[in-house]
C-alpha cells in the first residue's frame, strides 16, 4: 500500500530564508508525486509533480522538489521564502494503478513565514 | 477558463437531513473524485468515477453515495448526515492518467 509521511505539522521560516518541507512516501511501484499548496478558503493547486522523467522538478512560484529513490523521499524547496508563501502545502503519491486518479495525501505542513 | 465548480461552498445544516453537493468541471475530464479535509489527517479519498455510470469506494465512503449521470457533473449526496461528517470537502477531476488533478475550492459543511 502507498503512504505519504510529511515531517513537521508547522514550519516557521524568516522572510528571504531556505523553505524545506518534507516528504517521504512509500510505494510498491513506481511513484507520480505532487506538491499541492492551500490558501485560506482556496483549493490545492498543484505546484509541482514527479513523473519519472528529471528528478529535479521546477514547480511555480519558485518552488522545486527533488525526487531521490535511495532515500524515498520528495522534499520541497525554495531559496528564498516570501510572505505570500504562507500556506498549508501537501505531498501526494498517486496510486498509479486501477484507480489511477486516486491521490494519497500526506497530512500537511503549514508554512508561517515572519517578516 | 477551466474549472470545477462545487455549491454550495458553506453549510450549516442538522443531523438527518439529506444534503447534496454539487460539482462541475469543464474540462471534458473523464476521471472525478471527492475528498474530506480533517485536521491532521490530510485528505481521503471517499468517492471515485471513471467514467459517465462507473463509481467506486474510494477510503472513507461510509454515509455516502454519489452519482454519474453526465460526464460534467458528480454530486456528493449525504442521505442522513451526522456530526462525524462535518468536514471540508472536495471535487477534483482529472484527465488521463497520472495526470494532475483540478480541484474545486471546497464545500464546508457543519452538521449539527
Known amino acids: 500500500a502507498q503512504s505519504v509521511t510529511q515531517l513537521g505539522s508547522h514550519v516557521s521560516v524568516s522572510e528571504g530564508a531556505l523553505v524545506l518541507l518534507r516528504c517521504n512516501y512509500s510505494s510498491s511501484v513506481p511513484p507520480y508525486l505532487f506538491w499541492y499548496v492551500q490558501y485560506p478558503n482556496q483549493g490545492l493547486q498543484l505546484l509541482l509533480k514527479y513523473t519519472s522523467a528529471a528528478t529535479l522538478v521546477k514547480g511555480i512560484n519558485g518552488f522545486e522538489a527533488e525526487f531521490k529513490k535511495s532515500e524515498t523521499s520528495f522534499h520541497l524547496t525554495k531559496p528564498s521564502a516570501h510572505m505570500s508563501d504562507a500556506a498549508e502545502y501537501f505531498c501526494?503519491?498517486?496510486?498509479?494503478?486501477?484507480?489511477?486518479?486516486?491521490?494519497?495525501f500526506g497530512q500537511g505542513t503549514t508554512l508561517q513565514v515572519k517578516p | 477558463e477551466a474549472q470545477v465548480t462545487q455549491n454550495p461552498r458553506y453549510l450549516i445544516t442538522v443531523t438527518g437531513k439529506k444534503l447534496t453537493v454539487t460539482c462541475s468541471q469543464n474540462m471534458n475530464h473523464e476521471y472525478m473524485s471527492w475528498y474530506r479535509q480533517d485536521p491532521g489527517l490530510g485528505l481521503r479519498q471517499i468517492y471515485y468515477s471513471m467514467n459517465v455510470e462507473v463509481t467506486d469506494k474510494g477510503d472513507v465512503p461510509e454515509g455516502y453515495k454519489v452519482s454519474r449521470k453526465e460526464k460534467r457533473n458528480f454530486p456528493l449526496i449525504l442521505e442522513s448526515p451526522s456530526p462525524n461528517q462535518t468536514s471540508l470537502y472536495f471535487c477534483?477531476?482529472?484527465?488521463?492518467?497520472?495526470?494532475?488533478?483540478?480541484f474545486g475550492d471546497g464545500t464546508r459543511l457543519s452538521i449539527l
Open positions: 477534483a477531476s482529472q484527465g488521463q492518467n497520472n495526470q494532475p488533478q483540478h
Open positions: 501526494a503519491v498517486s496510486s498509479g494503478s486501477g484507480n489511477t486518479g486516486k491521490l494519497i
